[in-house]
């Protein structure tokens, strides 16, 4: 009898929130439901454990409440949740609420930052080599010991082969007049280079810099720099994020957000790939992060403040323009080659952590 009455009570209940659901002319019951965390904030850090809740706003008898993030469900301990994803930046915490036969979805929007502060590096110039100030640098590349580099500006876009070591321009191809040329990367015997705007790309023969076919871009805004892991490509373009492409298809297949400990960044440019780390210049700094090319965490931050004053300032020379730009790791010698934007010298460093 007793469990009759209860069920009764239940089917009750339900019927009153539909009934009430109804007469309000609601067209979504999430409506009623709302997700609150622990200081009514929106960010928070990778491993933080939060206190969570779901604010019920008609006191509707809820069962069960399951919270996921990417899809991977997040225990509750004492009403607070660990969050923690395989990737950082713009996320959606989403709550299943069960109450009787039914199952809803509510979402709110965080923002998952690092774990910790990016670490401090600097650097030290091992050798200086002299470079075309004439080329306005958007990509740097090794490969079977010959310096691939591109440049941009509309009129003047390129992609070389280079003598590193005398500056000598080896071979050239010139991009249209009404193309600005960015960032360049080598995978599988395939030379793949980006424009800025155009939202276009081209893909070459490394040997003989003959262009094979071009590819379109996908949700990505624009072309800024490029670099690979040996199986992907890595695609940034001026917003937070680096988008991951197939390199057969060039189709976008995902991406990663750049963040800190405080703050999602968006200014990752020229890139290059090294032990699982992405080396991203900062556009229009003096700087380089390094990124964790799986989280996208912003681990380090190289301040590479005075290489500029070691430039002589030529007649291309643009001071809000002419910024460093442009990094290359050489395997075999295990250092980076740097310069920048109509830069008349290309300097090898070797990065190490500020003491």
């Not at 994020?241 to 200014?267: A, C, H, Q, R």
Request: net charge neutral; proline share 2%.
């Amino acid at each position: 009898m007793k469990k009759a009455i209860s069920t009764m009570v239940k089917l009750l209940s339900i019927f009153g929130f539909l009934l009430f659901f109804l007469g309000c002319g609601e067209a979504d019951p999430t409506k009623f439901f709302a997700i609150q965390m622990e200081g009514n904030g929106n960010k928070f850090q990778q491993g933080q454990e939060v206190g969570v809740s779901v604010k019920n706003k008609k006191e509707i008898e809820i069962s069960n409440i399951e919270y996921s993030l990417d899809g991977k469900t997040l225990p509750v301990s004492n009403g607070k949740i660990k969050l923690d994803a395989g990737t950082l930046g713009n996320k959606t915490l989403v709550a299943n609420i069960s109450f009787g036969d039914q199952s809803i979805a509510i979402e709110k929007k965080i923002r998952l930052l690092a774990e910790s502060s990016p670490e401090i590096y600097t650097y030290e110039i091992l050798n200086t080599y002299p470079h075309d100030q004439t080329a306005y640098t958007q990509g740097l590349e090794f490969h079977n010991g010959i310096l691939y580099e591109s440049t941009g500006k509309k009129g003047f876009s390129t992609v070389r082969k280079v003598n590193f070591e005398t500056g000598e321009v080896l071979e050239k191809i010139d991009m249209d007049a009404d193309v600005f040329g960015e960032g360049i990367t080598l995978l599988n015997n395939q030379l793949y280079h980006l424009t800025w705007q155009k939202r276009m790309g081209y893909v070459y023969d490394p040997n003989t810099l003959e262009k094979k076919k071009d590819f379109s871009y996908g949700k990505s805004r624009e072309g800024w720099g490029l670099c690979n892991d040996g199986t992907k490509i890595y695609k940034s373009d001026g917003t937070e994020k680096i988008w991951f492409l197939d390199p057969e298809t060039l189709e976008e297949m995902g991406y990663i957000e750049t963040v800190t400990n405080k703050s999602i960044f968006n200014k990752a440019n020229e890139l290059e790939f090294v032990n699982g780390k992405i080396y991203a210049n900062v556009y229009q700094k003096e700087s380089m992060m390094i990124i964790d090319a799986t989280s996208g965490a912003i681990e380090g931050v190289i301040n590479f403040g005075g290489l500029k004053n070691k430039i002589r300032k030529g007649a291309n020379w643009d001071e809000g323009n002419s910024v460093l730009n442009g990094v290359a790791y050489h395997q075999e010698r295990g250092t980076f080659f740097v310069t920048g934007k109509n830069w008349d010298k290309l300097f090898e460093v070797q990065i190490r952590k500020k003491d």
